[in-house]
């Protein structure tokens, strides 16, 4: 595997605010470990996202030992030194299922890596309509609201007409037969009759984060 | 055009309580012309489903005059008898908004053809949640719930969590882009997290009525 | 995993007269023994579906003992109290074939769980149309039928012209090529002539017992 | 429009006894005509199919003279000579509904050009099931059937379990919602638990009769 | 048409800074007709989106003459009092080619309705990247992008990597064969390897500035 | 697993001329193994398709001794008496690569359980045309033709124009992208502009099979 | 209309050797209109594709007077010198059947307007081989081939394994039922297992023209 | 096994001036080291594509000898003479992402099989416009570019706006959610607004790099 294999985009950002995040799904074993090779040799950290156990014990022992990884995201934080979360929480995420954990958390663990500390709730889908309107006034005191939902999706739709905030609506790929992939719950988000909310691909926790960055950024 | 284009299926009722209907859509004015003169010699009725007002005008003026139209749902009751509607409003046929009008009105006219009346609320989408909730009750007085729906569908899923009796789910065409022909509504209904919802085509008021005089027979 | 990862809704019965059932398939081993575990703190039993072996052999083996399992279709009942099932059987399981067998005992051990029998009829398929109708009187006894079908999903069709109650039609995933995944037979339900039938999610025994349970409550 | 714009294959019939028939669907009216100019030349005769009156219309008088057109199905002879059709039937053309007329026909006339006579049994569908079991010693009697359904195609399944001569099943475009297009009907054909059936293309009557004269060849 | 055919929701702004609009694709003239009257009634305002100059001849005169009408973009303003707009630009309007004016003109008009004035750059496309390039500072000072798209979508993409905004990306349905109806554009922007880029249905103008003004409203 | 999981068929043969065979993708190792031991109990034999090495390994010794398994195509003969094949090959079974063989030898097995012997000709798709124009007159010289082709289909559509035989053209999921799962091959070959030429589902070799045999029946 | 509504790239030639060509289908005739202008005031030239003839009558007659139109391809010149075109010709432009005859002449029109003489056979689909085979030496002799087919588009396939020149294979929108669309006909021609084939989106002669273009630049 | 399970094309390369390559993907080792065997007997040479490292173990040791094999693209030269590459590089071989590499080095490998060096740059999406921009003069000195891109694939339209030689894109299945599989890409890629890109299979290193030779011949 030679060096030329990546070209690592280190100046993102200051372009746009957010740096360059490795996508391991699609990546050898061997070949995150050449990119996280040069991340240290100029000593400079990275979150790993869609990273499984089984490739990140590919990794070599010494480069390993500077990642802290979560196993129920799949994310990981390369070569991160200590940083404390923000005290105030200017983004809700919520997800309407248990179901949908894994994507909470990859939303959760990127606000983290930029500091940013988040107001979390789990599991208030719509058919138990009380967990939601219990919550109602905790989420309104957020900036951004992400909203995460398989099936359905019908959560981030009752949400666009009972607050006023940006929401940022995640479809997961919960589900089986016609759900099953997340097409039927990003159809239904993107068909939404709430007006203004927007939506990012099937189960991408990753670029729903970015987004409620890019908003924190402007405000 | 010939007399054995067809084969009415007199018996239908006898056998399982519903009349075979006169699904027009792809039947060319001639021939629905032919079939509703079998009726009118055996001195029959029977209800007509997606007749255009074009193609109600190509049948003979004889025929047309026994001929009662609904141009909103495109139903057609022939040679019927007049007959009055029960009391009681067994079925509630309920719509997210007021472009569902049409599919709404295919059910309350099969209903009324067999002489159901029906609870007919109209434009009670969970954008506005309040529409629904402050007709709970009324809703809850019935046997059997037709819920109708386009674009995301939330509607019977919101409903599905707050209320015991069988729903009915009928997606519409209304929506455009990823919800265009009414597919996104009836995969987020068939994919619903509340449990116990059935769903009939797109656009299928014909069809969730037939379903809720099934159920009406055996209470 | 912390407590907050679920939000059970324990009042779903008193609202709608189901009660949440967990669904598997996307959880964690981990997640299930955590939920598991909040049921047993309250006393309170439950329906598990799509729990497979493997699933189930990650759960602590105290919880595991309070488990009765049903390996064909999946399913298991939670610290439930011994109860016997209802004389009468008033719901019909029908399935085209032997390969739709999960499907059908997911439906029936459901019924089972809210504590009803029901008539069980397996591998009628339409291909041998002497099956079917050699049991027609039997299936015209019941109240509600649950038709379960795979391939071109024939069957609840033909099933439409010959009964009067409500049918509740289950596609499943069983075939190759063109049918693989079950949508074919889904469509093909949603789109028959026969009138009146209803369509649940491919594969969904549970949904069509929580349907049929729903109808069976207002008569 | 110049005479290299087609180059028309006379000798196929000698190939593999079928003529080049004349597909004008995508063809211009005057590109038609130019074609029929050809065959008027060499005074061959031939088979026009989807033609629209419109584009009919569209046609020289002269040739116009010369072509014998079928409004129910779209499809015309030129230059044809009088012949009369065989006394035996040993194709059946049927349909499930008399919405699925244009599609028998294509493929009466097909056969007739070839001048084969047939069994035409129309409106003979699975929900009235007496309609087909009624007609089955007849159809019995036939060497091999075309079986034409739209929306859910059921009635080739039927079929297939009770006769034992080839089954060619034409899917129709009839239906809406799920069915629309007759994307359901076609892949529930392919689909189906009958063992032996083979399918077309959608609406595909010449094709149909094409392929039951393949095999008539052989017998 | 009786009055409640629909139920109109005239406290959506106070509860989430949004109105209610009138979506008339799928409502007859008499429809809109009736509930503008309803609004007029009240002396309120309100936007209407995809009205076609059909539809809106339907209209009743007296109606009509407080209609505003945009034919570029199918939007109405109705009985709306005169206002001036912002001063300031703080939402950007990019389209990448002129054949998606009538999107981005939904957009503007939007905007204008809630008062803000915004930066529109038309047809600045990828396929000519200096037309973007030049335009890239003035962009840079807005607070949110709404970028428009048909085709393959590419220009949200490279504008994400050059801008640090929240990106609000609009798939339009410009384009044939592959691209028709925008699903490959929105998909595209959907899987898009620039981060935090969210997305709104197809052709979705009006969606993608409500969720502009949701973020205007918290900075 | 009780007896009334299946209800074989065993009169099929004398209605169809077919057996029913056993199709044992989506049943498990328990199942088939009570089907074989109902046709053990009668002395029956029958065909099982799509058996797995892994599925006939669960199979009771007993069972197992009694069966006669191809592990190209995973089909198996049980409880069959000897028999020898037909001197003359009635049947060609072509395939255009030898990626397709599995469902070339589905489709040889099948003849040959009805004792029919096939004229074979593997990997002759039209990339190398000499190799299917070489092999033409002894294709002509048999009765029906059962053409195999994955990726793009064209070979029932080259040989199509040469022959005149009935061609039963059989799709693989052969391929990889836009081909993969056999939808192209299955789309093609049913677009065929070559006439009469008929499908079956995807990798359906032995569908294809039997409706030869149907066809050889009315020789 | 405003002058901004459109941004041309009239250096897009020095660029990469191709002009900006005016994409008519989605704008009204009054953009293209106004795009007219802006190159008349430079006195520039252009091509337009997908001008209907509807269009085209709506443009100043002025401006109108500058068009060169061809109604097969509905493509036009504007504002263009007289040229004659090469001797020699490079490009071959072949089509399957007459059906495709309007995306062959934009092909050879594209071709044209750069100057290039074609070599143009029309009609040679495989269903009758001996039309291509006949012209095999003709079409070696030239430098790039532009193969246009729909249904199953097997001409591009048969083409590939008899020539060694780069192949453009163009799908077209011919066809019914699976093959509408084009969409068969563009997955069976990227599925082709004949090597090193490139394909351009549906019915785009045009990008065919200009792929061929490309190549010629670098000969 | 026997041998004429397969037939091979030995003379394509006299033909066409490509090879039959062989692809492995849907043949077990058994077949593929039949194949081998054939080629070793003519003592001929032959690529092998998507060869597993599974597979490749399955093969007789003494065949595996002269295997050169590469891991990162599946792909094997068998019974190859020593030979070395041009000193030119003629072909440019790009991709957008390194999670695309084994799609390139598949047409790396080709290339090189048949003698061609190329120039190869990998990771250098428009995610980090610089990255593409710096390299420019480089990929413009080549004559015909292989541009690889995943995800929304916006690589191959910038590029195309950028230089004048033809350009080959291939789609790569990396991405997850709307982009799984790579249809989204090969999607954007034929609706790509810049002229004249075209297109081959998704993952098609092999059939991208056999276009490229195809063009090479002529120049």
Not at 136 to 165: D, K, N, W
Not at 170 to 192: D, F, M, R
């Amino acid at each position: 595997m030679k060096d030329n294999h990546s070209k690592l985009d280190f100046d993102r950002f200051s372009r746009i605010g957010l740096e360059e995040a490795i996508y391991c799904e699609f990546k050898t074993g061997v070949l995150v470990n050449e990119i996280l090779k040069q991340f240290l040799k100029k000593n400079k950290h990275c979150l790993l996202t869609r990273l499984s156990e089984n490739k990140l014990n590919q990794i070599d022992s010494l480069i390993q030992k500077k990642i802290e990884y979560c196993s129920i995201s799949n994310t990981a934080f390369f070569n991160f030194p200590e940083h404390s979360l923000s005290q105030d929480k200017k983004v809700a995420v919520l997800c309407a299922g248990s179901s949908d954990l894994s994507v909470a958390y990859e939303a959760i663990r990127t606000l983290s890596y930029y500091g940013k500390n988040s107001l979390n709730l789990f599991d208030i889908g719509v058919s138990g309509l009380w967990r939601l309107t219990e919550k109602l006034e905790q989420i309104q005191s957020t900036s951004v609201v992400i909203a995460i939902a398989g099936m359905e999706g019908a959560l981030p739709t009752v949400l666009g007409g009972l607050i006023s905030q940006p929401i940022i609506a995640v479809p997961t790929s919960v589900g089986y037969g016609v759900s099953k992939g997340g097409h039927t719950a990003l159809n239904a988000l993107l068909a939404s009759c709430s007006s203004g909310i927007t939506v990012v691909n099937i189960d991408n926790g990753y670029g729903a984060a970015c987004a409620a960055l890019r908003i924190l950024k402007i405000t």
